[in-house]
C-alpha cells in the first residue's frame, strides 16, 4: 500500500487479517487541542456469529456502525468507565471490527498526559498500554468519533501506512475480558513491546 492513509480496502479485509496487518501502522486523532499520534501495537478481532462480539444478537442502534461500511470508527462505553475504540472492517453487513487495545506513543505525549490527568512520572509506554487509558489518552469519546470515516483524510481520526510489524514478533493469544469465545487466539500484539497491556 502507498504512503499516506490506510484506504478502505484495507478494512474490508478479513477481519483477523485486519487486526494483525493493523500492527505498526500509526493512529493519528486530531482535536481542538491538537494531534496525537501512536504506533497500533495490540488488536483484537471481533467476528460475525462472534458471542463476544457487539452483534452477536443482531442489529441494534448502539452497533449499527460495525455493520458497515469498514474503514469507520465504532466507538462504544464500556461499564459505564471509559470507551473503548474499535475499527469496522470485513464486508458490509457481517457486522465485524478490530479492537484497539494499545498505542506505543509517537507525538502529542504532554496532551496524552493532560486527558490522561497524569504527570511525567508515568512513563510515556504506560499512556495507552490498554483500550480504556488509550481511549481517554486520545480524548476518544462515542460523540466526538463514533462513526467517523478514517478513509478521509479530513477526518478527526486516520490510520497512517507504515511499515507492517514481522510475523515472526507478532503474538496470537485469547481476547481479554470476555467470558465466551475465549478458545479463539483474536488477540494479537508485538512481543517485547513494553506498551501493549497484557503479557
Given at each position: 500500500?502507498?504512503?499516506?492513509?490506510?484506504?478502505?480496502?484495507?478494512?474490508?479485509?478479513d477481519?483477523?487479517?485486519?487486526?494483525?496487518?493493523?500492527?505498526?501502522?500509526?493512529?493519528?486523532?486530531?482535536?481542538?487541542?491538537?494531534?496525537?499520534?501512536?504506533r497500533?501495537?495490540?488488536?483484537?478481532a471481533?467476528?460475525?456469529?462472534?458471542?463476544?462480539?457487539?452483534?452477536f444478537?443482531?442489529?441494534?442502534?448502539?452497533?449499527a456502525?460495525m455493520?458497515?461500511?469498514?474503514?469507520?470508527?465504532?466507538v462504544?462505553?464500556?461499564?459505564?468507565?471509559?470507551?473503548?475504540?474499535?475499527?469496522?472492517?470485513?464486508?458490509?453487513?457481517?457486522?465485524?471490527?478490530?479492537?484497539?487495545?494499545?498505542?506505543?506513543?509517537?507525538?502529542?505525549?504532554?496532551?496524552?498526559?493532560?486527558?490522561r490527568?497524569?504527570?511525567?512520572r508515568?512513563?510515556?509506554?504506560?499512556?495507552?498500554?490498554?483500550?480504556?487509558?488509550?481511549?481517554?489518552?486520545?480524548?476518544?469519546?462515542?460523540?466526538?468519533?463514533?462513526?467517523?470515516?478514517?478513509?478521509?483524510?479530513?477526518?478527526?481520526?486516520?490510520?497512517i501506512?507504515?511499515?507492517?510489524?514481522?510475523?515472526?514478533?507478532?503474538?496470537?493469544?485469547?481476547r481479554?475480558?470476555?467470558?465466551?469465545?475465549t478458545?479463539?487466539?483474536?488477540?494479537?500484539?508485538?512481543?517485547?513491546?513494553?506498551?501493549?497491556?497484557?503479557?
Open positions: 500500500m502507498s504512503s499516506g492513509i490506510l484506504n478502505r480496502e484495507f478494512y474490508a479485509q477481519t483477523v487479517v485486519v487486526a494483525q496487518k493493523l500492527l505498526g501502522r500509526i493512529l493519528t486523532v486530531k482535536s481542538e487541542h491538537g494531534t496525537i499520534q501512536g497500533i501495537v495490540e488488536t483484537e471481533y467476528l460475525t456469529g462472534d458471542p463476544a462480539s457487539h452483534t444478537r443482531g442489529k441494534t442502534a448502539r452497533n456502525v455493520f458497515g461500511p469498514a474503514g469507520h470508527a465504532y462504544y462505553f464500556s461499564y459505564g468507565s471509559h470507551y473503548m475504540l474499535n475499527f469496522v472492517s470485513a464486508s458490509e453487513g457481517l457486522g465485524e471490527a478490530v479492537l484497539i487495545r494499545a498505542l506505543e506513543p509517537v507525538a502529542g505525549i504532554d496532551l496524552m498526559r493532560h486527558n490527568v497524569v504527570d511525567t508515568t512513563p510515556d509506554w504506560k499512556l495507552c498500554a490498554g483500550p480504556g487509558r488509550l481511549a481517554k489518552a486520545l480524548g476518544i469519546t462515542r460523540s466526538a468519533y463514533n462513526g467517523l470515516d478514517l478513509c478521509n483524510p479530513d477526518s478527526l481520526i486516520t490510520v501506512d507504515a511499515p507492517e510489524v514481522e510475523s515472526s514478533v507478532v503474538i496470537a493469544s485469547p481479554i475480558g470476555i467470558s465466551q469465545g478458545e479463539h487466539l483474536w488477540r494479537y500484539y508485538v512481543n517485547g513491546c513494553p506498551a501493549v497491556s497484557r503479557r
